[in-house]
Each structure stands twice: as C-alpha cells, then as structure tokens.
C-alpha cells in the first residue's frame, strides 16, 4: 500500500513537472512571437517614413560590436518647429545606454554665419541621476524637441542622445524659417 501511494504522488509530481516545462515553453514561444510582430511593425513604420521622405538623413554608426543607426527630420506646426532625432539599433544585440543625468539629448543651433546661437542643455538644469536603459535589438528611440522662436534665415541643428558615448552620433540638419 505504502509503494503504491510513493508510486502514485511520484507519477504525479513527473506529471506537474512536464506540465510545467510545457507550459515555459509555450509562454517563450508566445513571447518570441509577439516580439517579432513587434520588431516588424516597427520596421515597417520606419520603412513607410523613409518612403514618405519624413526621415531627410540616415547614417549607420557603429559602437563597438553594435549597429545604430540615426535620422533626424523636421516637422513644422502652427506652435512653431519640431525635431525629431531617432536612433535605431539594427544591430543583434540589446545596446545598454547610461544617461548621466534626466538629460535625454541636446541640441545647438548655428545661424548661417556658423555661429552658436543657441544650446538647449544652457537653458536647464537636470536632476544627477544615473539611468540605465537597455536598448532592444530592432528597437527605435525618439527625441522630438521644440526650438525656440528663431528670426528668418537659414540655421543648421546639431542634435545627439546624452547617453555616455553617444555624443558621436550627431545628426544635422538645415532648416529655413520664413
């Protein structure tokens, strides 16, 4: 009686076992499978900005054993001039980004003389925090920033992620104002 009942909880505690690894690996394949929706939505929505000619440059970078690539556009409102600075891992590994501090990017504004006119990190004061920020293969970060009122003429925008070891990746782009 006694053999039957070890026999019996240890077929039921295999039983639970197999019932369990099944069930991991149905999750991961669920979850793999839901990334790759993801990752291709997300590549198909770049594709369709390049296409509609939303995105004026794009360059490929690389950091170490890693591929970024960056874009950036502009995009123009009633409220005024917006940038928008992409950076995209097209690379087979997730990128771990370090922002020194709550900063996330930082631009200048040169005016046709070459001249700085205008830096955004000058008008803030960003809280001393340290932030990790794991960058998924396949993934897009965004930074769109509103520029300040500029008089008419022709500027040029140097705009960069202030993540450590970003500050390569510059992007620039000429706008006019009318």
């Keep these: 009686m006694k053999k039957t009942l070890l026999y019996l ?3 039921l505690a295999v039983i639970c076992f197999i019932i369990f690894i099944v069930q991991e690996k149905s999750d991961e394949v669920i979850k793999e499978e839901r990334e790759t929706i993801i990752t291709e939505d997300e ?3 770049r594709n369709n900005r390049k296409k509609l000619g939303k995105i004026t ?6 950091i170490g054993l890693n591929h970024i690539e960056t874009s950036i556009s502009k995009k123009e409102t009633n409220n005024g001039i917006s940038i928008i600075y992409e950076l995209y891992n097209a690379g087979d590994q997730d990128i771990n980004l370090q922002f020194p501090s709550s900063q996330e990017y930082d631009y200048e504004i040169f005016n046709e003389a070459g001249d700085l006119i205008y830096r955004y990190s000058d008008e803030y004061v960003f809280a001393q925090v340290i932030r990790d920020v794991i960058f998924a293969k396949g993934k897009t970060l965004t930074f769109v920033a509103g520029l300040p009122k500029l008089e008419k003429g022709e ?3 140097s705009f960069w992620a202030a993540a450590k070891g970003l500050d390569t990746l510059k992007e620039e782009i000429t706008i006019r104002v009318e």
């Design 155 to 157: 500027y040029r925008i």
């Design 57 to 62: 440059s794009s360059t490929k970078k690389i």
């Design 9 to 11: 909880i240890g077929g």
């Design 43 to 45: 590549a198909d929505m």
